[in-house]
C-alpha cells in the first residue's frame, strides 16, 4: 500500500515560465555580484586616496622637521658667545671692570631656587599589553560560565 502526497501540482509550469524564472535568478544574481565588487571598488579607491594622503603628510612633516632645525641652528649659530660679543661691541657695549660693578645686597632674598626639572627616577612600570579578559582560552571561559549558572541557580542538584 503506497501513501501518495495529497498536494498534487494541477499542471505542469510552461516551458517559457521556467526560463523567465531562471533567467531573473541569474539576474538577481548579476545583480548582487556587480554591488559586492562596486563596494569593493569603493573601499579600494578610498584606502588607496588616503594612503597618498598620508604620504604626502608624511613628506611635508619631514620637510618641516628639516626646516625646524635648521631655524634651531641659526638660533644656535646667532646666540653664541662669539656673536653676541660681537653684537654687543656694534653696539658700542664694552666689558665692565671689576671696579665698576656694583652688587646690591637685598634683605630676605634667597637667590634663586633650583628648579627640578626631571621627575626623580621610578621604578619602571610594565604596561599590560593584553587584557585578561583576552588571554583566557574558550574552555575556561566555558567553565567559568558554568560556575556562575550554578552559583545563581543554587548549585547542581542530582
Same mark, same amino acid.
Given at each position: 500500500?503506497?501513501?501518495?502526497?495529497? =498536494?498534487?501540482?494541477?499542471?505542469?509550469?510552461?516551458?517559457?515560465?521556467?526560463?523567465?524564472?531562471?533567467?531573473?535568478?541569474?539576474?538577481?544574481?548579476?545583480?548582487?555580484?556587480?554591488?559586492?565588487?562596486?563596494?569593493?571598488?569603493?573601499?579600494?579607491?578610498?584606502?588607496?586616496?588616503?594612503?597618498?594622503? =598620508?604620504?604626502?603628510?608624511?613628506?611635508?612633516? /619631514?620637510?618641516?622637521?628639516?626646516?625646524?632645525?635648521? !631655524?634651531?641652528?641659526?638660533?644656535?649659530?646667532?646666540?653664541?658667545?662669539?656673536?653676541? !660679543?660681537? %653684537?654687543?661691541?656694534?653696539?658700542?657695549?664694552?666689558?665692565?671692570?671689576?671696579? /665698576? =660693578?656694583?652688587?646690591?645686597?637685598?634683605?630676605?632674598?634667597?637667590?634663586?631656587?633650583?628648579?627640578?626639572?626631571?621627575?626623580?627616577?621610578?621604578?619602571?612600570?610594565?604596561?599590560?599589553?593584553?587584557?585578561?579578559?583576552?588571554?583566557?582560552?574558550?574552555?575556561?571561559?566555558?567553565?567559568?560560565?558554568?560556575? %556562575?549558572?550554578? /552559583?545563581?541557580?543554587?548549585?547542581?542538584?542530582?
Amino acid at each position: 500500500m503506497t501513501i501518495r502526497n495529497p =498536494i498534487h501540482q494541477a499542471y505542469r509550469q510552461a516551458p517559457w515560465r521556467r526560463a523567465t524564472q531562471v533567467g531573473v535568478l541569474f539576474l538577481i544574481l548579476a545583480l548582487l555580484t556587480a554591488s559586492i565588487l562596486w563596494v569593493m571598488l569603493t573601499v579600494t579607491v578610498q584606502a588607496a586616496s588616503a594612503g597618498l594622503e =598620508i604620504q604626502s603628510l608624511e613628506n611635508e612633516k /619631514e620637510k618641516l622637521v628639516r626646516e625646524i632645525a635648521s !631655524l634651531r641652528t641659526n638660533i644656535a649659530i646667532q646666540t653664541s658667545a662669539e656673536a653676541m !660679543l660681537e %653684537r654687543a661691541r656694534n653696539l658700542g657695549f664694552r666689558q665692565a671692570n671689576p671696579d /665698576e =660693578i656694583t652688587y646690591v645686597v637685598i634683605p630676605g632674598y634667597t637667590g634663586k631656587q633650583p628648579q627640578i626639572i626631571a621627575p626623580p627616577p621610578s621604578p619602571p612600570s610594565q604596561r599590560v599589553l593584553i587584557k585578561p579578559s583576552y588571554t583566557q582560552s574558550l574552555s575556561e571561559w566555558l567553565f567559568q560560565g558554568i560556575i %556562575r549558572m550554578s /552559583e545563581q541557580t543554587g548549585g547542581f542538584t542530582q
